[in-house]
């Protein structure tokens, strides 16, 4: 996790483009898992996990094509 910030101090990272809506739907997602953790008795069930993986596949897809 320190490679990236530490690399940058260096020589700054450019973010290609589309980087910063890859960025917002990482932390979407992850976000989505707090409250499902929390509701859920830290329990990830096949539904929960079908539908993160739909969501995640969708956006690779919309940002391929």
Do not use: N
Not at 5 to 10: E, F, G, K, Y
Not at 16 to 33: Q, T, Y
Not at 39 to 51: E, V, W
């Amino acid at each position: 996790l320190m490679v990236l910030p530490v690399s940058a101090i260096a020589s700054p990272v450019s973010v290609p483009s589309g980087g910063m809506l890859d960025l917002a739907m990482s932390l979407v997602l992850a976000a989505a898992l707090i409250p499902i953790f929390w509701i859920g008795r830290a329990q990830l069930g096949r539904a929960t996990g079908g539908l993160l993986i739909l969501s995640y596949l969708g956006y690779a897809i919309w940002r391929v094509a």
